[in-house]
């Protein structure tokens, strides 16, 4: 089945830093997402971006669907931003599953 | 409003015995998915229902038994609870159209089995 990686598993921040997080996957997909879990567990979708390039705010996301990989970009980090981030992919004819990373942990402190 | 809700959030009981979990969306999605997220923070689709049509059933233990009585809702339930169940369950919704469309999640239900 299809693999996804991301980098890197862990990453501490000063407030106000940039950072970039990477997903590879190891397959074309037709489906790609990014979310964010914060300390109190709960999940939020941040990007559906199975190509191109999209931006939310001070976060940004672009898949090169061809290289089989995605960034997501984070300017500016707040303490809020703290938490963990997934990126999941699916392939077309599998049902809409998607196949979940390990996650990058990310910790910004004041 | 909630758009996707789960209950109980918190289960604590013991091995052997039997539990379920609820979940409800008021998105007015057609697809319903029930993952669980292991202490290393793994997540894994368990089920998907489409219009109450079960449509991805993953490798699990034949005690759990989704229930999807309409669109809106998503049931879990789990028979003879073992040590190893003890996880998050999430519960997620989304709307089945041509491409796949963004996935929204419940809160997560923390089961605990002692």
């Known amino acids: 089945g299809i693999q996804v990686e991301q980098s890197p598993p862990d990453l501490i921040l000063q407030e106000g830093a940039n950072s970039t997080l990477r997903c590879n996957f190891s397959d074309s997909v037709n489906n790609l997402q990014w979310f964010h879990q914060n300390p109190w567990g709960q999940l939020i979708n941040l990007f559906y971006i199975p190509s191109g390039t999209k931006q939310n705010g001070r976060l940004s996301a672009t898949t090169v669907a061809t290289e089989r990989y995605s960034l997501l970009y984070i300017s500016s980090s707040q303490t809020t931003d703290s938490g963990v981030y997934f990126c999941a992919v699916g392939r077309a004819g599998n049902n809409r599953k998607l196949i979940w990373g390990l996650g990058t942990s990310l910790a910004v402190n004041p | 409003d909630t758009a996707v809700s789960q209950t109980p959030k918190y289960l604590v009981t013991q091995m052997g015995n039997d539990k379920s979990i609820k979940c409800e969306q008021n998105?007015?999605?057609?697809?319903m998915y029930w993952y669980k997220q292991d202490s290393k923070k793994f997540l894994k689709i368990m089920f998907s229902?489409?219009?109450?049509?079960?449509?991805i059933n993953e490798t699990v233990p034949n005690r759990f038994s989704p229930k999807s009585p309409d669109k809106a809702h998503l049931n879990l339930h789990i028979n003879s609870l073992e040590l190893g169940d003890s996880a998050v369950y999430f519960c997620a919704s989304s709307l089945w159209t041509a491409i796949p469309e963004t996935q929204y999640f419940g809160p997560g239900t923390r089961l605990l089995v002692l």
């Open positions: 229902y489409n219009n109450k049509e079960l449509i």
């Open positions: 998105l007015g999605h057609d697809t």
